[in-house]
């Protein structure tokens, strides 16, 4: 097993064997999500209306929650150091911790999904593209929050200015995403914006572990 | 440019080039303004509202170019280690920032009288409220680091991963809203804004570029103060 593999299944045995990191996000989500019908009343109608947006804004934040897991508690234990000294280009490490974190906390999420559409009334007809936009979209933000994580590590409370950094870069995944489902809803062809969607995807999947490796260089040293 | 990575000769410059620069806000300033307060029509929708554009979009103008530097100077001081690339992106932050939020409640101003709201979810209300958002968060990088050198480098990534974002965020919140009205300066067919409407606004605008450069020369200066001053102190501390 390559290095890369190797860390991607460490981090995702890690996620789930301590403290059950993955089905925590997914009850942050469920409680987000559950908090919109309480704030904005139970009627069907404005829920089914804001049910897209309620659904990606709830998985935005639950996976910003979620961001000093990529490379917190590695930094603290040292182990980080040890993974900047092995063969793997830093790079590539970031990318295998990006990959595992979006494989516990982007991944619960789109599965956890239909069952909140369900109870908010989103109809049936954007659900399909909420999952597949879910599934696009969820990389990247993966992706972009591991420069906020990797340039807040060595910080002591990073937590809200991680915040202040990822969110600002977060909105063109919302907006696409939302978009996607609203246009399913419509009866249009939502194929445009999965598809700006997926090319967020790709470029982040190209940049980020740049910009996030520099970032950890920097707190390594 | 190395040849202007010296702080000593950057301080002999500037002080030749400050004195001018001061001079010319003061003049152009006191031009624009009186151009655009007394000497210029009123619109014939907008009325006497038409004035706050004068700041206006200036302003915006000021905040989005100032961005940009930030971004540039801040990949010099990333590529080649440029001493004071570092000083001018994090000394003209600040002045950026406050170029935006004057933009945004000018915008408000008018928009209260002329579009009947205050804010609406527009698309270059959000996108200029993003860029403000920008620079709070690479402000905050630069007071959340101890130590000034990993502060630059770290303040340096946020700045530059902000900038390749600001063209998908303009391009994504295009696409999802608009009500703000298109471009009438640069349409390439020239100019649709009247003669004398548009000599205050070029004023302003060059007004408002000749107080950046004044300002923000005063403020990298104090940075390569306190830099001396940091490591005198700390010099001093080891003895």
Request: proline share 5%.
């Amino acid at each position: 097993m390559s290095a890369f593999s190797a860390l991607i299944a460490r981090d995702v045995r890690l996620a789930f064997r301590q403290g059950s990191a993955a089905t925590l996000s997914v009850m942050f989500f469920f409680l987000a999500v559950m908090l919109f019908p309480l704030g904005v009343g139970p009627e069907a109608a404005i829920l089914a209306r804001i049910a897209s947006g309620v659904l990606w804004v709830a998985a935005l934040l639950s996976v910003l929650l979620s961001l000093d897991r990529l490379f917190q508690a590695d930094y603290e234990d040292g182990s980080l150091e040890l993974l900047a000294l092995s063969g793997l280009p830093l790079e590539l490490t970031v990318l295998a911790k990006c990959l595992a974190h979006w494989l516990t906390a982007g991944l619960p999420l789109i599965i956890a999904a239909p069952v909140l559409a369900l109870l908010l009334d989103l109809p049936a007809k954007g659900l399909a593209a909420l999952l597949l936009a879910m599934a696009l979209g969820t990389p990247s933000l993966s992706l972009i929050g591991a420069i906020g994580a990797a340039l807040t590590v060595s910080l002591r409370r990073g937590g809200v200015l991680l915040s202040l950094l990822v969110l600002p870069l977060y909105i063109p995944v919302l907006i696409f995403g939302v978009a996607a489902v609203e246009a399913a809803i419509a009866g249009l062809p939502s194929i445009s914006h999965l598809l700006i969607l997926a090319a967020i995807a790709l470029a982040a999947l190209v940049l980020c572990p740049l910009a996030a490796a520099a970032a950890l260089r920097l707190s390594l040293e | 440019m190395h040849r202007f990575a010296n702080p000593a000769r950057f301080l002999r410059i500037t002080d030749a080039v400050l004195p001018w620069s001061a001079a010319l806000t003061i003049v152009l300033l006191a031009l624009g303004l009186y151009y655009g307060l007394w000497a210029s029509p009123v619109d014939y929708q907008q009325g006497a509202t038409v004035r706050i554009m004068y700041i206006h979009v200036p302003a915006a103008w000021m905040g989005m170019m100032i961005y940009s530097l930030m971004a540039i100077a801040s990949a010099v001081a990333l590529i080649w280690r440029h001493p004071l690339a570092d000083l001018i992106a994090k000394a003209a932050a600040p002045i950026g920032a406050s170029f935006t939020f004057i933009c945004l409640v000018s915008g408000s101003l008018w928009g209260a009288p002329t579009w009947g709201t205050w804010w609406v979810w527009d698309a270059r209300l959000t996108s200029v409220l993003i860029l403000f958002f920008l620079y709070l968060g690479y402000i905050a990088i630069w007071q959340a680091f101890d130590d000034p050198t990993r502060a630059a480098r770290a303040a340096a990534i946020v700045a530059l991963v902000g900038f390749v974002n600001i063209p998908i965020i303009k391009f994504s919140v295009d696409w999802w809203n608009t009500l703000h009205q298109g471009e009438s300066l640069f349409t390439g067919h020239g100019s649709e804004i009247d003669p004398t409407m548009l000599r205050p606004l070029i004023l302003m605008a060059l007004a408002f570029t000749a107080y950046f450069i004044t300002v923000l020369i005063y403020r990298v200066r104090a940075e390569i103060i306190a830099r001396k001053l940091r490591v005198l102190r700390l010099s001093a501390i080891e003895g």
